[in-house]
């Protein structure tokens, strides 16, 4: 959440807020009792309570535990020294007509009410003309190592020329950044200091939900501010965030927070805090921040190599409904459903097959499809995982040598049964159903969509839906796909069946 630094001044309003103070819980109930400012500083205000019941034969009131919030005053004071400003400066592309990104480093958020559901905290769209213009942008940070490396959000630190580290003894310093990873937002900055004070990080996934959480971080550039919540869930998928299970709390984040620790009771790192919702630009309840597990294997990889790699499996996974569930006799709407096998990909060679349902991997449960890509990205490529699949009603195992994201996949010849398959105008790759995916599926006759792009793809068709019709033309083959395509003017209907549900689809041709 870097924090654009506006050219012209910002005027701060003050409020005034009653001080409320709330008596303790006890056998009789609770009563708020209100300070308001007519009561003068240090006169003491008597804790009110109800007065008894009379015995009217109910059952008696028992007494609520005796629970009390979180001091966070310790955890502020020990680990706020190790959260630093981050102070960015670079160029990035804007519009002749000033309407860009331009006028600063990104975490304005626009002025479009209706701005995309989640949006990481730089870039919007660009309209017109471009030119390079100075960008200024301010984001937070941790020093995890005494020598000086910080760690902090990809997004703060993208397109920087300059980066400057700020610590709260006022000190300065020019830091290099030791690398990225925009797919995990992850980033590791490095300044030229010694014993410098260090946070420290949670040895495990322990975060729970419920659990009180603290946020220390640079929000609008006021450095080393304090805000408190709770955990509201954790393994959240964010769109365009397929390597990153999320941890969701309520603690107030705003721009300036990314990059910053989200701190536990015990004062461990649980995550660093990236991304909010919001619908304004400015808090509204919903934060989210990176778990330091997946930081911490990043920011390793980083320091030790200066670059990152990801494991791939070569599958387009989707999430399993009720539907999917009830279709393929799945006691659980839980795992990821596979829609597409890349061909002479690891999953192919391990027999993985379209409609496969992996529910574990390496032993640990694959609850959502998310879970899939988050455990395959963050392990090292070339190494060998163990699968647990859902086919035709019964689990099997399968062993599976993971490859380099960076792999390219093999050309396919023109010649080949893939490239004979593939349908230009529509930019859809297809086969029949096979009779095991047809007596599972409940569906007769049918193309399998293996993968989709072009027209198909920006109408809504996914890999793993299955083609019934091309208008009112039920196909079975290639050939009467390619046939009614040919004959069709400028758009199709396409009726896709996909999970429980079948949908035309109209397909504008290129």
Do not use: C
């Amino acid at each position: 959440m870097s924090q654009t630094t506006p050219t012209g001044s910002k005027t701060f309003k003050r409020t005034v807020a009653a001080l409320a103070i709330v008596a303790a819980i006890g056998a009789g109930g609770a009563v708020a009792v209100k300070q308001s400012n007519a009561v003068a500083a240090g006169t003491p205000v008597a804790a009110v309570t109800a007065p008894p019941s009379a015995n009217t034969g109910a059952p008696a009131a028992v007494a609520a535990p005796n629970i009390s919030l979180p001091d966070f005053s310790v955890v502020a004071a020990k680990n706020g020294p190790a959260v630093v400003n981050i102070d960015v400066r670079g160029t990035t592309k804007a519009s002749y007509d000033g309407q860009g990104p331009g006028q600063g480093r990104a975490d304005a958020f626009g002025d479009d009410p209706f701005m995309e559901f989640f949006r990481r905290f730089q870039g919007q769209q660009q309209r017109g003309g471009q030119r390079e213009v100075p960008t200024h942008g301010m984001g937070s940070g941790f020093i995890i190592s005494s020598d000086g490396i910080i760690l902090t959000n990809a997004h703060v630190v993208r397109d920087a020329r300059e980066v400057t580290v700020k610590l709260t003894d006022r000190r300065e310093f020019r830091a290099k950044v030791l690398g990225s990873d925009p797919k995990t937002d992850v980033a590791v900055l490095k300044i030229d200091a010694k014993d410098l004070p260090v946070v420290p990080l949670a040895k495990a996934d322990n975060v729970k939900v419920g659990e009180w959480v603290l946020a220390i971080g640079s929000p609008y550039g006021l450095d080393n501010t304090v805000t408190a919540g709770v955990v509201s869930a954790k393994g959240r998928s964010l769109p365009d965030d397929a390597y990153v299970p999320f941890i969701q709390t309520d603690v107030a984040v705003n721009p300036g927070n990314s990059g910053g620790p989200l701190f536990n009771t015990r004062g461990e790192v649980v995550g660093i805090n990236s991304q909010i919702y919001s619908q304004t630009g400015g808090y509204q309840g919903l934060s989210f921040a990176i778990p330091i597990e997946v930081a911490t294997t990043i920011a390793n990889q980083i320091v030790a190599t200066g670059k990152v790699e990801h494991a791939k499996l070569g599958v387009t996974v989707q999430e399993v409904g009720q539907d999917i569930a009830d279709s393929f006799k799945l006691a659980t709407p839980e795992g990821a459903l596979i829609a597409n096998v890349e061909r002479g990909g690891p999953a192919e060679k391990a027999g993985l097959k379209p409609g496969d349902v992996v529910r574990s991997m390496n032993g640990k449960k694959v609850v959502s499809s998310i879970d899939l890509p988050a455990m395959v990205g963050l392990i090292k490529p070339g190494s060998t995982v163990k699968l647990e699949v859902w086919r035709q009603g019964k689990l099997i195992a399968l062993d599976a040598k993971l490859g380099n994201l960076t792999d390219k996949v093999a050309a396919v010849s023109a010649t080949s049964d893939r490239a004979e398959q593939a349908t230009s105008k529509l930019g859809l790759s297809l086969r029949p159903l096979d009779p095991n995916e047809r007596r599972d599926s409940g569906i007769a006759n049918g193309m399998l969509i293996e993968d989709a792009g072009g027209a198909a793809q920006s109408a809504g068709v996914q890999p793993g839906d299955v083609l019934l019709s091309v208008n009112g033309y039920a196909v079975t083959n290639i050939d009467q796909v390619r046939q009614v395509v040919n004959k069709s003017g400028k758009s199709v209907a396409l009726l896709i069946q996909r999970g429980g549900d079948t949908i035309f689809i109209p397909v504008r041709l290129g």
